[in-house]
């Protein structure tokens, strides 16, 4: 996967392609990374990139002109599908990360200020993303979130598959809760299935804590995904133990 990325901070970017999963994706050849600076493309001494806002009103907004050349620059004779980090994009969840997963080619465009003149995201954009209900100082952070994510959906870019899978989110649901070793800590022992070496009781206790976790803290995604018979079972019998505090 190719994802380039515009933006006047790329220095930013550094630390966070050179370690961990990014790094591994890098040097598996899964991933390549070209971090653009908007200030190249513009054609004042000064390179700005934004200018007040028509019709008045505080702070500024990022010019067309040199976001449009970037982004042609970016995506040359490839196609490629042009995100704006925003918050005024459609959230990302799940769904949509798989969806880039399958991407050949992002370009990223990392907005600050403002925002960007409409007509640049008329022209040239295709899709806006946001994180969440809420304001960052800048599009870079969101940029770096949406490729870690899109990068552990990519098939050899995790060092076992499988973690992908069975991560939250991916089915609908929260993760169950995780333990590795001491068996004890704290007074608190594993739970004793998860020793057993059964592994269909294993699998049916992870899916019910999953379901109770869920049903707990985001009961939103369980009315989203609908459930089994042995999901709504499971579910019944954790709500059982959760109201008698077993």
């Known amino acids: 996967m190719r994802v ?28 390549r990374v070209s971090v653009t600076n908007l200030r190249d493309f513009t054609t004042d001494r000064h390179k700005s990139v934004d200018d007040r806002p028509y019709g008045g009103g505080p ?18 004779d490839e196609a490629a599908k042009v995100i704006h980090l925003s918050p005024q994009g459609r959230p990302l969840d799940d769904a949509r990360v798989a969806a880039l997963a ?30 969440g209900d809420y304001v960052i100082s800048g599009g870079e ?5 949406v490729i870690d ?13 499988e973690s992908s899978v069975q991560e939250s989110f991916v089915q609908g649901l929260l993760d169950c809760p995780q333990y590795t ?9 594993v739970p004793e299935v998860l020793l057993s070496g059964h592994h269909e009781n294993i699998r049916r206790w992870r899916l019910k804590q999953a379901l109770g976790r869920t049903w707990l803290r985001r009961p939103d995604l369980l009315q989203a995904r609908g459930m089994s018979a042995e999901e709504q079972q499971l579910l019944a019998e954790f709500q059982r133990e959760y109201r008698s505090g077993s």
């Open 102 to 131: 399958g991407e050949s080619k992002v370009v990223l465009l990392c907005s600050r200020y403002e925002g960007v003149d409409e007509r640049l995201i008329e022209r040239c954009v295709d899709e806006e993303l946001s994180l």
């Open 181 to 189: 070793r001491p068996e004890t800590y704290a007074g608190e022992r």
């Open 4 to 31: 380039d990325i515009i933006t006047i901070f790329p220095r930013m970017f550094e630390g966070v392609l050179s370690e961990s999963i990014l790094k591994i994706a890098q040097e598996k050849n899964k991933l």
């Open 59 to 76: 702070g500024m907004v990022m010019l067309a002109e040199p976001l449009e050349k970037a982004i042609r620059a970016a995506k040359g």
């Open 141 to 145: 952070l969101a940029a770096m979130v």
């Open 149 to 161: 994510a899109v990068v552990r959906r990519l098939p050899g870019a995790l060092g076992d598959d």
